[in-house]
């Protein structure tokens, strides 16, 4: 056997073993698709993919390999991303609004594998998922500018649902017209009330009058089948398409950072364990009607190590000056010290509510 036999029977047996960790490798991949289809969690994963690569780059015991490694690697990746949005298909996601929508474009960079399913309201969309029509809902929780989406807050305190993921898409808001129209012909804006309100100098300066509308995709599909010069959209340059509009102007929000945060709902938790450094979760609480209670309940979250970013006062309308509190914490509570932190908050408060854990937001 000549010394280039030799070693083409070397490279088969290790391409031989390959195979068998290849397999394996898929056959995992699908039990993490399965995953992630049952608790409304994306494939793609940034963060996680750059850890990844720079780690197992790092065990390289020739640094000549690396720029090699680091196609391999990432090649494998992308296998098995391609396979995991295979075994996606078939998931539905429910949202309130319709194809064009802020959100229908949020639940597709979120979930791009998944049917989308419009709904008329928040309520059905998040209903549709505890009745099991869908699996996953993604609804508005805040935006920058407009602040909270209170009848989104108002559901995560009665339902069962669970927030596995926050995500953060920038929101940029345009005037829609009809072929025709012009920047001088548009009296009337119609849109969503959050999006009048993120565009309200702008029509101020304008001297225009605004019309509410339940969506902003629904202004689009309403002004386009309205066929009126004097009559505009506020909404997204993807419903102009969609309606076939024109942008008249752009980028007509006050704020140049306009955000708007989406939460994912499932009926089951993400059971994984966050990062100790990025996770945060979502706590609900009623406090017992006595002096100094919620300073007092404010004060265990700190000393458990615990950052509370937001807190903000709901009322129950259970009964008449009585409210609930809705805070955004950072930090890992699938841990010692954050049972222990529950522990503490039950002698302090009459109810205690973990909606959910997730990853620091992610931007889409």
Known sequence: MSEMDELRNQIEKIDASMIDLFEQRMEISAKVASYKKEHGLPILDKEREKILIERNTGKLKNSEFEVYYRDFFEGMLNVSKNYQHKLMEGVKVAYSGIEGSFASISAEKILPDATRVSYGSFGEAYNAVCEGECDFAVLPIENSYAGEVGAVTDLMFKGDLHVNGVYELGVS?????????????????????????????????????SISAENTAVAAKEIAEKNDVTVGAIASKEAAK?????????????????????????????????????????????VKDEAGSLADAIAILGKHGYNMKVIRSRPSKNENWQYYFYTEVEGNIDTKEGNEMLKDLEKECNMIKVIGTYIEDVKI
């Open 173 to 209: 808001q345009c005037l829609l017209g009809i072929k025709d129209s012009t920047l001088e012909s548009i009296k009337t804006v119609v849109s969503h009330p959050q999006a009048l309100d993120q565009c309200s100098e702008y029509i101020k300066r304008n001297g225009l009058k």
């Open 242 to 286: 969609l309606y076939g509009l024109t942008i008249l102007d752009y980028d007509i929000n006050e704020s140049a950072q306009n955000t708007t945060r989406f939460a994912v709902f499932s009926r089951k938790a993400d059971s994984l364990k966050k990062n100790q450094n990025s996770g945060a979760f979502i706590l609900m609480f009623t």
